[in-house]
């Protein structure tokens, strides 16, 4: 069965700290993975990610993945209270549509 | 606004009753998708439409859920004979090609009573 597994489940951290947020994945032929911001609302998408070891960023946030030993992380540097949300990692397959995503990380930026 | 609506944002029904959501996607999204969120999970595939046709179902989506895309544009998603389980967010999304960057509206959520 296909799996994603996010870690920490939660943490909390203080304006200006730096997190690193990690999603590993067992699934069949892997394609994508994807990075979502999730606050009250709906999901917004952050990164898609699909060659290993060339890293994307945007403003403060960056994000990895390496094929080979099935994982990605998500990195925010100098954490603003505006981060605080969940996190959520998904891989999408190369046959089917369906993304299959991870329970998600909570993030709490405290001022 | 441009993106994924989708309505009843809110929907309070009594075990037993119907209820159906609807979700217009971004216009030009041939893709539609539907998801289930329910507390401290992430979402949960649900079913998927390639303009009208349903192309993929999760063997989540029980007997009792149907859904629809008629004219390939907006989709609704019918719950029949509603369970407690039921309740949860209930996510749409849309995109122009697949399975990359989704769209997602910002949920209908159901409380089944």
């Known amino acids: 069965e296909d799996k994603v597994v996010q870690s920490p489940l939660s943490l909390v951290v203080h304006e200006g700290d730096t997190v690193t947020l990690n999603c590993s994945y067992e699934v069949t032929n892997f394609r994508s993975l994807l990075w979502y911001k999730q606050e009250k609302k709906a999901p917004t998408f952050l990164f898609m990610l699909?060659?290993?070891?060339i890293e994307k960023k945007s403003g403060r946030l960056s994000s990895i993945l390496d094929k080979k030993e099935l994982f990605s992380i998500l990195n925010i540097t100098a954490t603003q209270t505006g981060d605080s949300a969940i996190y959520l990692c998904?891989?999408?397959?190369?046959?089917?549509?369906?993304?299959?995503f991870g329970a998600g990380t909570i993030l709490r930026v405290k001022s | 606004d441009t993106g994924v609506s989708q309505d009843p944002r809110h929907k309070i029904t009594k075990r037993g009753q119907n209820v159906t959501f609807r979700c217009d996607p971004i216009?030009?999204?041939?893709?539609l998708y539907w998801y289930r969120q329910t507390l401290g999970q992430g979402p949960e595939f649900l079913t998927y439409?390639?303009?009208?046709?349903?192309?993929?179902k999760s063997r989540l989506l029980s007997d009792r859920f149907s859904a629809e895309r008629p004219k390939g544009s907006f989709s609704t998603l019918e719950i029949q004979r509603t369970e407690q389980g039921d309740s949860a967010m209930y996510l749409c999304?849309?995109?122009?090609?697949?399975?990359?960057?989704?769209?997602f509206g910002e949920g209908s959520r159901l409380t089944v009573l």
């Open positions: 699909t060659s290993s070891g």
């Open positions: 216009s030009e999204h041939n893709r």
């Open positions: 999304a849309s995109s122009s090609q697949g399975p990359g960057e989704l769209f």
């Open positions: 439409f390639q303009n009208e046709a349903q192309l993929e």
């Open positions: 998904a891989v999408g397959m190369e046959y089917g549509n369906k993304l299959v």
